[in-house]
């Protein structure tokens, strides 16, 4: 006699609905915590990237007596050129620092031909991994350039602080202290990716700014942003899609940024220390800081 066939066992409409629900709770559960650990590591990398910017710019200091001019504009060698390209042979990058001299030999102009190589190449230390963005190809100049999430600190307004337009300044003349003075800071680059490069720029007015360094309390000077009001601007928030947030420090990391202090140190600091950005800024402006956070 055969044996009747047996039946295969198979989800009922209640049990598949259940598996469906734990793995939507499970995901639910997983997805924030997998962000969460991306965003930290993150923010580890882009604290490691200031501590080497830092590091080499003590040892620029050691060598040179001084910090690195923000931005050079005078009618001399390197003309544009930014503070963290001096910083090269500092970084590893002794080669593309040698490049970068032949390439100023060749021709001043830092947007011409002769430079596209070293314009256009990435540095690693000068990207945050939270951004992303590493080359800038803005309209109507149809110029590549790669580009920096670091900028350098140039005070409560522009020139109180350490690092400004054709500024050469000492630790010494740092004399609020050097672990309350901050040096740089994240700032992604514009929304339209005609501000923010690492190599060189011309900033709002031939000055650098929004280039290679920014004030805590910025100001529009510039015809290529006519929708942004004049300001001020301050550290807060921002989005990668608002081109008016290129006028004040902020990150993509959750609450708040990192920043590079003269002494050498990063910390994070929070959006809610807005207030005493300006203090922090300047390098002589003796306002007494609180706890800072």
């Not at 734990?22 to 995901?27: K, R, S, W």
């Amino acid at each position: 006699m055969k044996n009747a066939p047996q039946r295969k066992s198979a989800f009922t409409l209640m049990e598949l609905v259940v598996v469906v629900a734990i793995v939507g709770l499970l995901t639910a559960l997983i997805v924030p915590a997998v962000q969460k650990a991306r965003d930290a590591a993150n923010r580890v990398q882009c604290q490691n990237n200031l501590r080497q910017i830092g590091l080499a710019s003590h040892q620029y200091h050691d060598a040179k007596r001084s910090l690195p001019p923000g931005c050079w504009t005078k009618a001399a060698d390197y003309r544009f050129l930014s503070w963290q390209a001096r910083l090269l042979p500092w970084l590893e990058q002794q080669g593309l620092w040698r490049k970068t001299e032949a390439a100023f030999v060749a021709d001043w102009r830092f947007w011409s031909p002769a430079h596209v190589e070293t314009r256009t190449t990435i540095v690693s230390v000068f990207v945050c991994p939270a951004h992303g963005q590493t080359m800038a190809n803005p309209q109507p100049e149809n110029t590549f350039a790669a580009t920096t999430h670091y900028l350098g600190v140039s005070g409560a307004k522009d020139g109180s602080g350490v690092l400004f337009t054709n500024s050469r300044l000492r630790f010494a003349d740092v004399v609020d202290g050097t672990s309350q003075t901050l040096l740089a800071g994240e700032r992604p680059p514009s929304f339209d990716q005609r501000f923010g490069w690492w190599y060189a720029g011309v900033g709002q007015m031939t000055d650098g700014s929004l280039d290679t360094h920014l004030a805590a309390v910025q100001y529009n000077q510039t015809l290529r942003a006519p929708i942004c009001p004049e300001g001020p601007y301050r550290y807060g928030p921002g989005s990668v899609s608002n081109l008016c947030d290129m006028f004040h420090f902020w990150s993509l990391h959750s609450g708040g940024a990192n920043f590079l202090f003269v002494d050498g140190s990063v910390r994070f600091l929070p959006y809610s220390a807005a207030g005493i950005m300006p203090a922090l800024a300047t390098r002589a402006g003796g306002e007494p800081i609180s706890d800072i956070p």
